[in-house]
């Protein structure tokens, strides 16, 4: 696996590269936005670990921009920790939000299950379709369609809804639903992570048909259809 590092400070950018290569990682560092824009490849960088505050472009940007041409994990690592700083966090594409200062084996233990959830998304055989087609899921390649246009989801958004729609009519409660989806287990701000990626998952496949992921008032989430006959 190969890991995008963009940090400012030199100390923490040092010492967690030291750690994720510990872990036999491959890890491409920067501490400049704009760099880290021009430095990522899609075909060889599995997971981006990214600071907001940066030198030549802000992270916020960065993110922006990878977005429009891919949905590689990307993990924020910042000193901003307000509430609505982690809701744009999310909104702007990001799979999760560690805040500092953090603990580096738990920023490797989220690495790690990040990549082993999106490494589980792909290689299952079998496309998933719901209404009748309105909602194609490809599991092999990670591809979702809705009304036959590819909706551009995160590693995140996509594997919460493969745990809802793997059974369907299921309801998941925010706990189970986090742990499946995120492997493993929040504290408090995780209610609002999954909140925050639920609604950004609505935004790309409920516009048309709001009854897809349907919310159950504090019990938790589930999928509002039955698979298409095969």
């Given amino acids: ?20 290569r510990k872990e036999g990682w491959e890890v491409d560092m920067t501490p400049n936005g704009f760099e880290a824009f021009q430095k990522y490849d899609y ?18 940007q960065v993110c922006q921009l990878i977005r429009e041409k891919s949905n ?32 580096v084996k738990e920023l490797v233990a989220r690495v790690k299950a990040l990549m082993r959830r999106t490494s589980q998304d792909g290689g299952k055989a079998g496309t998933l379709s719901f209404n009748n087609g309105a909602l194609i899921i490809d599991p092999a390649s990670a591809a979702v369609f809705v009304d036959g246009k590819r909706a551009s989801l995160t590693s995140t958004e996509f594997k919460l ?22 492997g493993y287990r929040f504290q408090e701000e995780g209610n609002r992570s999954l909140d925050v990626h639920i609604k950004n998952l609505r935004k790309k496949i409920d516009n048309k048909h709001p009854q897809y992921i349907q919310t159950v008032i504090g019990m938790g989430y589930r999928f509002g259809y039955e698979a298409d006959p095969s």
């Fill in 72 to 103: 590689v994990p990307v993990i924020i690592l910042t000193s901003k920790s307000l509430e609505s700083d982690v809701v744009s966090g999310f909104d702007m594409g990001a799979d999760d939000y560690v805040v500092k200062p953090f603990r």
């Fill in 161 to 182: 809804l493969s745990v809802l729609t793997s059974k369907p009519m299921k309801l998941f409660s925010r706990s189970d639903l986090l742990y499946q989806a995120l």
């Fill in 1 to 20: 696996m190969r890991i995008l590092l963009v940090e400012d400070e030199t100390e923490i950018r040092e010492v967690l590269a030291a750690y994720l």
């Fill in 43 to 60: 075909m060889k960088h599995n997971l981006i670990i990214l600071d907001l505050k940066l030198e030549g472009m802000p992270g916020e």
